[in-house]
């Protein structure tokens, strides 16, 4: 990351293992995740490229969505378009919750934006230019407006709530989110 990285204020976050789920969730939340599928070790591997050092730490993850609503609904940007699911489908998946600072009408913002992308196709040619920056090192992106990827979907659903980043939203990676919000998956305490 650059020099004028400015990690983005929060209230927390809390570690869920696998068969845990939180008591309550807030619209504008979103969650860290991570798989074992080959896709799933492929991001992480080019997070890699990125993160290094201390830093290294945040590319545990290579999936996030956005809470939607009190009743845990997740918009999430998958292989076959944002969808709106429920986060119980990651009960058996260990899950950081990040518990964002921001008024009820940004919350508000931010859920509409996720709701309003609602099958919008997956962004498939945002991953391969994501792609191309990781093996380069090169700040050269391109996609198309209206499809996202799963963490470019939140960065942009965060950008409502007065979250600044130093990178093209749409091009934020999961580890990205991580480092922004300080999710450390070494300190699995809840704050």
């Known amino acids: ?15 869920y293992p696998p068969g845990e789920e939180p008591k309550s969730f807030k619209k504008g939340d979103f ?16 997070q890699k490229l990125r993160f290094h050092g201390v830093d290294a730490k945040y590319t545990r993850w290579n999936h ?24 119980s489908k ?6 950081f919750l990040v518990r964002i600072t921001a008024s009820d ?26 792609a191309v920056c990781l093996l380069t090192g090169l700040k050269f992106s391109f996609g198309f407006d209206d499809e996202k990827i799963c963490s470019g979907l939140v960065a942009r659903a965060m950008e409502r709530t007065w979250a600044i980043f130093n990178r093209t939203p749409s091009h934020i990676t999961p580890a990205d989110l991580a480092k922004y919000y300080n999710v450390d998956p070494t300190n699995q305490k809840e704050y």
């Open 1 to 15: 990351m650059s020099q004028n990285f400015r990690p983005v204020k929060c209230l927390g976050y809390e570690c």
């Open 31 to 46: 969650i860290l995740t991570h798989g074992s599928a080959w896709t799933s070790k492929l991001i992480r591997f080019g």
């Open 64 to 87: 996030c969505a956005l809470i939607i609503n009190a009743n845990g609904e997740i918009a999430e940007a998958l292989g076959a378009g944002i969808k709106k699911t429920n986060i």
């Open 90 to 95: 990651y009960k058996q998946n260990e899950y």
């Open 105 to 130: 009408e940004d919350r508000e913002q931010a859920v509409a934006f996720a709701l309003y992308s609602l099958e919008e196709k997956y962004g498939w040619i945002t991953i391969l230019s994501v």
